[in-house]
């Protein structure tokens, strides 16, 4: 096997405003392993990444490809060099099949006309060799995530990648699918290509890859056999000096008495109008957290929004025993009821707005931010300093267009915000995407609180972890049915990966 | 506002009018003519005199109203395009109002005013409830209420509305109790312009201060964050449009009461389209969109005198006009266009923003 590294950069150095993303950066890995490149949220590996595949122009540095320098001009530059990335967003055209979008870009032309026979054969060998399994012939609209996935996966593998790099590859995926991905993986791998993982989570980089570099806040830190660590030093590199996540305080079982929130036969459409929830029912109590489980697109994010009126939705849903589901959203919010957007950035705030209108947003209406139809930019202000005080977020200024805050600042102002309001109900959806550890355990004790003050709190998420770590009960969600509803105490791992994949408990 | 805020906002407006009359200057010097002589000859029959001012401001009072007009629609994120046709409807509600009923001037006046705005408002609807409830577009929509507009005026005014006296496709005269009179006699400033004032700083005061313009500017800006918030985004499109719509109803109705005292066909020279760069240059301010429209009114008023005086036609200020929205478009383009770096410009639509924004490390 060849000696000299698949990929070594050196002292790559890369800023934004405001933020140096990359600094004096050194990477190398080999041909024929697996290499993990773990750190935080904004630690900058993707950075990192983006920079090796030319999305990137890098400030200083250099990149070695098996020894040789190249200046990235660009992907088409990169992809020739036998680079391929898939990123955490797919980039795929939803109605074309399968095989159209591998080949998109690179067709096999015979008389001037895209040669489907030649191409498919091409593609049907490449999945052979690695075992990968897709129907070529699917529209891309229609395949699940993880199908999806093995598209991007095949893609780079048409274009005769040798060096494959995935940007948080399981994020999206089962327990089970994320097996079956690292078989794939390893199976490259072994074939001599050099796949460089993006991730965070450790216990997949310690039972997968070969070797580790840790990246915080913008440097590497460290470069390791993964044999010869684990995971709790990896953690410790990962976040410094600062203090692991504790671990939740023990609470008692979900209280008794009537449910603040009863959910009865309720089904919702979805974008295409099919029924992305199917008459489910449960119940959420006041103390409690319920968290929903499941893979992205299983009906969360209706779910969520019918709960809060932002989605038409047929059944029956009883807060506080009256039903709610004709009313609009602002009688809903009025009546106690706080959400935590998925995408806060676009559903949670304004982002042209300056911090302290999205303070106020939704609470705009009355006293004490307005009397008579008119705004009090005074008590505006107050509050938003108040809410910067509170829940740490970092801004410069309450002046300051909120686009300018980073990820997790926005989501604390989000959740802040929802949290001031004193929510009898708090329907929270990935609440800590893309948040760093510190950032994320600011806003689960930020969860924890408003539970222990008597609100309900119904938690969607895709991070099991999180799951495990905060909820009193689990309801995993599969093609918008209940596939099984499971107390603390018996929720693992392996029940709610089988759950998630739709096995009926 | 700190200094270097304001030489940013008006950067922008001050280098389009630097263009285009720069522009202007070339083509006036490649026909031979002296631009600097032609430009001094607009100055001066636009500002020259006491006559020349008021002139100017009696053009510029309904580029004002439906600038502002077009500039609260974009607020909220619509492109009402069709403040012409509003304006029309606008104007003829006030001129009927104004020769049919017979009243004291106290109730006269103000009730002429609220049919202009009444209709100039109704206009509007129709296209903010299509948008609203089935998501069709409003620049469609207003462009063909436009055409609506034009031809049932023009129907009213040659049959059910005509002055029987005359050939002329117009309506009666309207009484003397439902006119504006002069505010200042010089150039006919008539107290149109009082109007025309009170409505940008309502403007302003509703977009600085208001719940109602918090919200139309949430709508504006990013629709999802504004329905997460629990504001009512259909009804904030209906009420921006029919706010739009009576600005501009106003402005038909005032040009008829403060100068005309009678509906006549294609009596708009096109005020409710040269709003649309009225608005865009002024950044869809209060007070920008006022001095936009004086500049606009200006310009109008000063060609004229200028092909009387030299040898340039009439014509070079349409040019000038015409830079001057290509320079306020690019803003405006770059705004909508995602990917593009998005500035602090009020009231462009930065939904498309937030989603770069996310996408960007």
Not at chain 1, 232 to 257: T, Y
């Amino acid at each position: 096997m060849d000696v000299t590294p698949a990929v070594e950069m050196r002292q790559i150095t890369k800023g934004f405003p405001g933020v140096l993303a990359n600094d004096r950066i050194d990477f190398s890995a080999n041909w024929g392993e697996m290499h993990a490149l773990i750190g935080e949220n904004g630690a900058g590996k993707t950075t990192l990444m983006n920079i090796l595949y030319g999305l990137h122009r890098p400030d200083a540095g250099e990149t070695l490809l098996s020894g040789r320098a190249v200046k990235a001009l660009g992907p088409r530059h990169a992809i020739a060099c036998g680079i391929g990335m898939v990123h955490q967003h797919f980039m795929l055209v939803p109605a074309f099949s399968a095989l159209e979008n591998v080949i998109l870009g690179a067709e096999p032309v015979r008389f001037g006309q895209t040669d489907y026979r030649r191409a498919e054969e091409r593609v049907r060998a490449i999945c052979e060799r690695f075992g990968l399994q897709v129907d070529l012939h699917a529209k891309v609209a229609d395949l699940s995530v993880s199908a999806q996935q093995k598209v991007e996966i095949l893609k780079a593998l048409y274009r005769e990648a040798r060096i494959l790099i995935l940007d948080e590859p399981t994020s999206v995926l089962t327990p089970q699918e994320c097996d079956s991905l690292f078989a794939m993986l390893r199976e490259m791998a072994r074939s001599g290509m050099c796949i460089i993982l993006i991730t965070h989570k450790l216990r997949e980089v310690m039972a997968n890859s070969d070797r580790v570099t840790v990246l915080r806040q913008g440097r590497a830190i460290a470069g390791l056999e993964t044999n010869s660590t684990t995971a709790e030093e990896l953690a410790r590199l990962m976040v410094g000096e600062r203090e692991l996540v504790r671990p939740p305080e023990e609470r008692e079982a979900s209280p008794a008495g009537p449910p603040l929130l009863a959910v009865i036969n309720l089904s919702v459409p979805g974008d295409r109008g099919l029924r992305a929830v199917d008459s489910i029912s449960f119940q959420v109590h006041a103390g409690e957290i319920l968290g929903v489980a499941g893979v992205d697109g299983n009906g969360q994010r209706e779910l969520a929004e019918a709960l809060v009126g932002l989605r038409r939705a047929a059944g029956n849903v009883e807060f506080e025993g009256r039903n709610i589901l004709r009313m609009s959203v602002r009688r809903r919010l009025d009546a106690g009821i706080a959400y935590v957007p998925e995408d806060s950035g676009r559903y949670g705030l304004v982002s042209s707005y300056s911090v302290e209108e999205n303070a106020i947003l939704g609470a705009h209406r009355g006293s004490p931010f307005a009397r008579w139809g008119i705004l009090d930019r005074h008590a505006a202000r107050r509050h938003a300093l108040n809410l910067i005080e509170r829940v740490g977020v970092r801004a410069a200024e309450t002046r300051m267009p909120a686009r300018f805050l980073s990820g997790g600042n926005r989501q604390k102002l989000v959740l802040g915000r929802a949290l001031y309001r004193k929510p009898k109900l708090l329907v929270a959806s990935q609440p800590t995407r893309g948040l760093d550890v510190g950032a994320a355990q600011d806003v689960h004790l930020g969860l924890l609180e408003a539970c222990a003050r008597g609100g309900g709190i119904l938690l969607i998420s895709y991070d099991l972890d999180e799951i495990f770590s905060l909820a009193d009960r689990v309801m995993v969600m599969f093609q918008g049915r209940i596939a099984g509803m499971v107390g603390r105490a018996e929720a693992d791992r392996e029940t709610i990966g089988a759950l998630m994949l739709g096995a009926r408990s | 506002m700190r200094i270097s805020q304001i030489v940013g906002t008006a950067g922008v407006p001050v280098a389009a009018l630097g263009a285009a009359f720069g522009a202007a200057a070339i083509v006036v010097l490649v026909s031979g003519g002296s631009p600097m002589e032609s430009f001094a000859a607009m100055f001066s029959s636009a500002f020259g005199s006491g006559t020349a001012v008021g002139e100017t401001l009696v053009k510029s009072i309904p580029l004002m109203l439906t600038g502002l007009a077009v500039a609260l629609g974009l607020r909220a994120g619509l492109f009402n395009i069709g403040a012409e046709g509003q304006l029309l409807v606008g104007a003829l509600a006030a001129a009927w109002v104004g020769f049919a009923l017979d009243l004291p001037a106290v109730i006269h006046i103000p009730l002429c005013l609220a049919a202009g705005v009444a209709g100039g408002a109704l206009w509007a609807f129709l296209p903010g409830l299509l948008k609203a409830k089935r998501g069709v577009h409003e620049v469609i929509t207003t462009i063909m209420l436009n055409h609506v507009a034009f031809y049932l005026t023009h129907f009213l005014v040659t049959t059910r509305l005509k002055d029987v006296h005359t050939m002329a496709p117009q309506t009666p005269e309207m009484h003397a109790t439902a006119r504006l009179g002069w505010l200042i006699e010089a150039g006919g400033l008539h107290w149109g312009i009082l109007v025309a004032a009170l409505c940008v700083v309502a403007f302003a005061f509703l977009m600085a201060r208001s719940v109602i313009g918090f919200e139309l500017k949430a709508v504006g800006f990013s629709p999802d964050a504004a329905r997460t918030a629990g504001i009512n985004v259909s009804g904030m499109i209906v009420l921006a449009m029919v706010l739009s719509g009576a600005l501009a109803g106003a402005a038909g109705a005032v040009e008829v009461m403060g100068v005309h005292h009678k509906f006549y066909d294609q009596f708009s020279p096109g005020y409710g389209f040269d709003s649309i760069a009225v608005a865009l240059l002024g950044n869809n301010t209060a007070v920008g969109t006022a001095l936009a429209a004086v500049l606009f009114g200006a310009l109008r008023n000063g060609a004229l005198g200028m092909q009387l005086a030299t040898d340039t036609p009439k014509e070079i200020v349409t040019l000038i006009q015409a830079i001057v929205i290509v320079f306020a478009g690019m803003r405006f383009l770059k705004n909508r266009v995602p990917g593009t770096r998005g500035s602090r410009d009020p009231g462009l639509r930065a939904d498309t923003q937030g989603r770069a924004d996310a996408a960007n490390p």
